[in-house]
Nanobody, 124 residues
Framework: QVQLVESGGGSVQAGGSLRLSCAAS????????MGWFRQPPGKEREGVTV???????IYADSVKGRFTASKDSAKNTLYLQMDSLKPEDTAMYYC??????????????????WGQGTQVTVSS
């Protein structure tokens, strides 16, 4: 059974940094594509970044140049380094995974496994 556990959220001032972690269990190695998604208050969930199982990484335009995803396959962990944070980055951040590769997608509908989320709050 696939389980995803996020950590690393918190409150920071604008311009600050946070690093999120997503520890995965129930599968091994690079057999799953993984991604970070976020849901701002009162808005729909949106894709932030996806690292597919072949290592291809894509980012939402709103975070390009500020956020960096990385994956440690040996630890089954996905990271999200978030720099130059803005108040509009405030959201619940979720980790997700699925078995496909090569879809080049940030659509939450393409992911079947989800973590419980971790809150990120950026104050101005």
């Amino acid at each position: 059974q696939v389980q995803l556990v996020e950590s690393g959220g918190g409150s920071v001032q604008a311009g600050g940094s946070l690093r999120l972690s997503c520890a995965a269990s129930g599968y091994t190695g690079d057999t799953y594509s993984m991604g970070w998604f976020r849901q701002p208050p009162g808005k729909e969930r949106e894709g932030v970044t996806v690292v597919d199982r072949d290592g291809i990484t894509i980012y939402a335009d709103s975070v390009k140049g500020r956020f960096t995803a990385s994956k440690d396959s040996a630890k089954n962990t996905l990271y999200l380094q978030m720099d130059s944070l803005k108040p509009e980055d405030t959201a619940m951040y979720y980790c997700a995974a699925d078995t496909w590769s090569g879809l080049d997608t940030l659509d939450p509908e393409d992911f079947g496994y989800w973590g419980q989320g971790t809150q990120v709050t950026v104050s101005s």
